[in-house]
């Protein structure tokens, strides 16, 4: 799997479900579509990916891949709130059909699964809070 192609197409998911500025692996950037790098922001963190199923070289392999958002605010309820939509972004489903509210869209991948894996909840570190969450996708080369 191409990490790059999963973490853009996850920090794409994340903008969209939080409407704020996601930053891969730093802050955003002042730049940075919606909202730069005022707060609230998230940044995304690609922990890796555990291969399974079908060998290397083969056209339908998956993996399991790992991912940590950590949301950052001035206060600890937008801190909390930005959780909410970041696992609301990831777990969320319609409710009409089942599908994913928001999708996360791989370019030569589909995302066939997805949990939470984890979360280290609020923190305190100079004058912002920030919380820690993390995902686990799985991923396939098959449509």
């Known amino acids: 799997m191409d990490g790059r192609v999963v973490a853009l197409g996850t920090q794409a998911t994340i903008i969209s479900g939080t409407a704020r500025s996601c930053g891969l692996g730093a802050i955003p950037l002042s730049t940075a579509t919606p909202t730069g790098a005022a707060l609230p922001y998230t940044v995304l963190y690609d922990l890796g990916q555990i291969p399974s199923g079908a060998p290397f070289g083969d056209p339908a392999s998956e993996a399991a891949v790992l991912v940590q958002v950590t949301s950052y605010a001035s206060t600890a309820d937008i801190a909390l709130a930005t959780a909410d939509k970041v696992r609301r972004a990831f777990l ?52």
């Open 92 to 143: 969320q489903r319609n409710a009409a059909d089942t599908d994913w509210a928001f999708p996360i869209t791989l370019t030569g991948y589909k995302v066939i699964g997805r949990e939470s894996d984890r979360e280290d909840g609020l923190g305190l570190s100079g004058s912002n809070y920030s919380y820690v969450q993390r995902f686990k996708l799985h991923v396939s080369t098959s449509s």
